[in-house]
């Protein structure tokens, strides 16, 4: 299959391609790794008039530590090994896809794309992240908590690039885990669930059973079991609601066990 007819802009420079998204508006869309992108445009699934393609842009691709946070630039690779720094991620990173998608998606990528059953979106709500995106009218940071709106839907507006992601990192004698269920290594994930431990409270978000990454209020004595009540799956042809329950329990008591095995 091949896309629909579309222009394609690559510029030099943050403040061309920022100009252009906001010529297009809804029309555009953002190239940076496409391993999401381009099979949507093979299949039709979208059909913007333009593309605006980031892979030149300098000062994109860095990764560094900022006031206790780990900071993903847009053009960062989810193979980079400098994302391992961060225990979750080094965690969530093997999960996805395989290894020829990680050498091209990008982190801030697959934030924006705000798939319901990624594994990135659901590891920056857990540990408190959050994005920062830049337009015309200026930078603005939001958190991950308040940006994925539902599946496919952010609070980008159009004229918005994903600039950076910010990963804080643990304090000392805190555990994270990261659980997750697909049908086949590099399939979507029919379940998620991430836990963080610290100081004898207990964060849990699942995804994947919930149209985007969802912070959970558990029962620390009954952690799986609370977390199941708080959930309706919808189902699909490959797992019944029923089933996506009792994944979400197991997977939830998995990582809450791993996690508090860590901060021990």
């Given amino acids: 299959m091949k896309p629909p007819p579309f222009a ?61 946070s780990l900071v993903a630039g847009a053009t960062v690779r989810q193979a980079d090994a400098r994302l391992r ?44 992240g959050s994005v920062i995106v830049e337009s015309g009218r200026g930078r603005r940071e939001i958190a991950a908590e308040d940006f994925f709106l539902g599946p496919y839907s952010t609070a980008l507006t159009p004229d918005e690039l994903v600039v950076e992601t910010v990963w804080p990192l643990p304090p000392g004698g805190s555990g994270f885990a990261f659980e997750e269920l697909a049908q086949r ?25 919930t149209d985007r990454p969802t912070p959970i209020e558990v029962d620390p004595e009954r952690p799986g079991e609370s977390a199941a009540e708080q959930i309706e799956p919808w189902g699909s042809i490959h797992a019944s609601p029923a089933y ?8 939830v008591d998995r990582a809450v066990a791993r996690a508090r095995e860590g901060a021990a």
């Fill in 85 to 128: 720094e961060h225990p979750l991620l080094a965690e969530a990173l093997p999960c996805i896809g395989h290894f020829v998608t990680r050498n091209r998606g990008t982190v801030c990528g697959s934030i924006a794309h705000a798939d319901a059953a990624a594994e990135l979106p659901v590891a920056l709500v857990a540990c408190g």
């Fill in 185 to 209: 290594h590099g399939d979507f994930a029919l379940c998620t669930a991430t836990a963080f431990v610290h100081g004898g409270g207990l964060r849990v978000v699942v995804g994947a059973v």
């Fill in 8 to 68: 394609y802009v690559r510029p030099d420079s943050l403040e061309e391609a920022l100009a252009a998204l906001a010529q297009a508006g809804d029309d555009a869309k953002v190239l940076a790794g496409g391993q999401s992108l381009v099979p949507a445009l093979n299949m039709r699934l979208l059909r913007p008039a333009l593309l605006v393609d980031v892979n030149r842009i300098p000062g994109l691709d860095g990764v560094e530590r900022r006031s206790g």
């Fill in 244 to 251: 996506l329950k009792q994944l979400a329990r197991v997977l």
